[in-house]
C-alpha cells in the first residue's frame, strides 16, 4: 500500500552517464514534485507538475528533464551526469485544491552518487 | 531572502522533556499553510502537523504541537515528552496563496538529538 514510490533507491553511476529515476503515486494527488536534497539537507524544489502540465520549473540546468505520462507518474531523466548531482532527490505529490491544508507526500528518495 | 527561518542547526533535548523548534517564515499573502516535517536518519520525510493562516487554534497531532503566533510570523513546534526516536532532522514549510501552482518552501532544519 506504498503511497508515492520512486526508482531505484541508490543509484550509483559514473560521470557522463544517462540515468532516470521514476515516481509513482497511488494516492489520487494531482501534483507531482522533484526536490533535491544536498548534503547540508537542504530541499530544493527542482519541478512541479499538476495533472501532467508542469507548473513549477526552477533553475535547473536543462540536462534534467522531467516526464508526467499522466498524473499518477512523474519521472526525472538525468543528462550527463556531473560530480554536484550527487544528492538525495526526493518525489513528493499533493492535492492541488484546496491546498492549504493539503501536505505533501514523500517517496523514500534516491540517493545519487556520482563516480 | 528567505522565506522559512529555523535559527536552531542542532538542538539537544533530555528524554521524557518538551523541547521547541523555532520556525519563521515570510509571506505577504493572507493565506497560506505552515507545514512540519520529520526526517530521520532512514532519510524518509514524515508529515507530522499543519497550522493554516486563518486557524485560530493552534494545531495539535499527539504529541507535537504548533505554536502559531500571526503577528509575529512564526509557528514553533512543541514535542512534549521527547521519545529516542525523536532523534531526527526537522524542517518547518509554507504553502502560500490559493494558487495551486504554488510551491511548498522549506527551513534549512533543525537536527534534534534526545539524549537518553
Known amino acids: 500500500d506504498t503511497a508515492v514510490s520512486q526508482t531505484p533507491k541508490y543509484l550509483v553511476t559514473q560521470m557522463g552517464n544517462d540515468k532516470s529515476i521514476k515516481c509513482e503515486q497511488n494516492?489520487?494527488?494531482?501534483?507531482m514534485y522533484w526536490y533535491k536534497q544536498d548534503s547540508k539537507k537542504f530541499l530544493k524544489i527542482m519541478f512541479s507538475?499538476?495533472?501532467?502540465?508542469?507548473?513549477i520549473n526552477e533553475t535547473v540546468p536543462n540536462r534534467f528533464s522531467p516526464k508526467s505520462p499522466d498524473k499518477a507518474h512523474l519521472n526525472l531523466h538525468i543528462n550527463s551526469l556531473e560530480l554536484g548531482d550527487s544528492a538525495v532527490y526526493f518525489c513528493?505529490?499533493?492535492?492541488?485544491?484546496?491546498?492549504?491544508?493539503?501536505?505533501?507526500?514523500f517517496g523514500d528518495g534516491t540517493r545519487l552518487s556520482i563516480l | 531572502a528567505q522565506k522559512i527561518t529555523q535559527t536552531q542547526p542542532g538542538m539537544f533535548v533530555q528524554e521524557k522533556e518538551a523541547v521547541t523548534l523555532d520556525c519563521t517564515y515570510d509571506t505577504s499573502d493572507q493565506s497560506y499553510g505552515l507545514f512540519w516535517y520529520k526526517q530521520p536518519s532512514s532519510g524518509e520525510m514524515i508529515f507530522l502537523i499543519y497550522q493554516g493562516s486563518y486557524d485560530e487554534q493552534n494545531a495539535t497531532e499527539g504529541r507535537y504541537s504548533l505554536n502559531f503566533q500571526k503577528a509575529r510570523k512564526s509557528a514553533n513546534l512543541v514535542i512534549s515528552a521527547s521519545q529516542l526516536g525523536d532523534s531526527a532532522m526537522y524542517f518547518c514549510a509554507m504553502r502560500e496563496g490559493m494558487n495551486y501552482g504554488q510551491n511548498f518552501v522549506f527551513g534549512p532544519g533543525t537536527r534534534l538529538s534526545v539524549l537518553p
Open positions: 513528493a505529490s499533493s492535492d492541488s485544491f484546496p491546498p492549504q491544508g493539503k501536505p505533501q507526500h
Open positions: 507538475y499538476n495533472n501532467k502540465e508542469l507548473i
Open positions: 494516492l489520487g494527488h494531482d501534483t
